[in-house]
């Protein structure tokens, strides 16, 4: 089964006098990318969750989020305590303030409690001392479940892209016949052309050297000849086909493969010499590109 990098899931929970919510997702990317938010007083929490990911996940860009609370009734989860150094420089602050209003005859209304309370820093968040023990182990319980509906997601998603890169390859292989049918088509042109470079080669030599004439006839074959081109691409579309039917983790393997794709099809271009040949080669190309667009969500 071949997965993609793209999945979603969710869950929710409760138990040991908290409730929580699993968001899980991810996008491609060229690694194995682990980006967890959890709260940080579930100790020890962040680093087993990292570890499982990376056991069951190759690649793609992770995110992990768990937002807990504690259910109505079972106490704060966070409790609060009043700065008294920083209140006291806001009192006289305000007294400044105060005094300086009434030097010059303006009435300042009289703040309350609530509004100094309200000012930030005069409170602070105090944690209470939680035994997060029981809460802990009921979470790493449900994780397993998680990654699994996870994965569930992103071989769903595999299975499309599957059948996008497959029909992808078979335009790709007739392509590939209607080239060959288009250099055969050409090779009357071909041997023109071929005769009149020998003609004007040899219009320019004064001695001619037999070995030297044979090489340049050599390369003028070789720079029109398309068969290793087309034989290379028949190649790399059964080699994708057989990365289809591997599943797993092949997407780095057909990254490499589109670049060798790309490759032969630049090449045909360059040695179409034909209007049909080069159109072909272009509608080549698009598809390649096509496929690679695919290709680098594959896991």
């Known amino acids: 089964m071949m997965y993609s ?21 991810s996008v491609n990317s060229k690694g194995l990318d682990l980006r967890i938010r959890v709260p940080d007083w579930v100790e020890g929490l962040e680093f087993v969750l990292r570890a ?21 009734g079972a106490g704060n989860l966070d409790a609060f305590r009043i ?69 569930s997601s992103r071989a769903l998603e595999g299975t499309a892209l599957a059948s996008i890169i497959t029909a992808q390859l078979a335009r790709i292989e007739t392509l590939v016949f209607d080239a060959g049918h288009e250099a055969d088509a050409r090779l009357p ?25 044979a090489q340049e006839l050599a390369l003028l074959a070789v720079k029109t000849d398309v068969t290793e081109e087309l034989d290379r691409l028949t190649a790399h579309t059964s080699g994708a086909r057989a990365l289809l039917s591997e599943g797993g983790s092949v997407g780095r393997k057909f990254d490499f493969l589109m670049q060798e794709f790309m490759r032969e099809a630049n090449t045909l271009c360059s040695k179409a010499q034909s209007l049909g040949l080069t159109r072909i080669g272009l509608d080549l190309k698009a598809v390649i590109d096509q496929m690679r667009e695919q290709v680098q969500n594959v896991e």
């Not at 990911?53 to 190759?58: D, F, S």
């Not at 300086?100 to 001392?129: F, N, Y």
Request: glycine share 8%; hydrophobic share 45%.
């Open 52 to 72: 499982e990911l990376a056991k069951r996940l190759q690649r793609g860009n992770i995110n992990l989020t768990l937002k807990i609370t504690r259910d109505a």
């Open 189 to 213: 042109l071909a041997a023109t052309t071929l005769r009149e470079s020998v003609d004007r080669l040899i219009g320019q030599i004064d001695s001619l050297d037999p070995n030297r004439l």
């Open 5 to 25: 990098m793209t999945g979603f899931a969710a869950a929710k929970g409760a138990g040991a006098g908290f409730s929580w919510v699993w968001d899980l997702r």
């Open 83 to 151: 700065n008294d150094a920083y209140l006291s420089h806001i009192l006289t602050a305000l007294c400044t303030v105060e005094n300086a209003a009434m030097a010059v005859g303006v009435t300042l209304g009289q703040a309350t409690s609530a509004d100094v309370l309200a000012i930030r820093g005069v409170t602070e968040q105090v944690a209470e001392e939680t035994d997060t023990l029981e809460l802990k182990q009921i979470l790493l319980a449900e994780v397993p479940g998680l990654i699994d509906a996870f994965q």
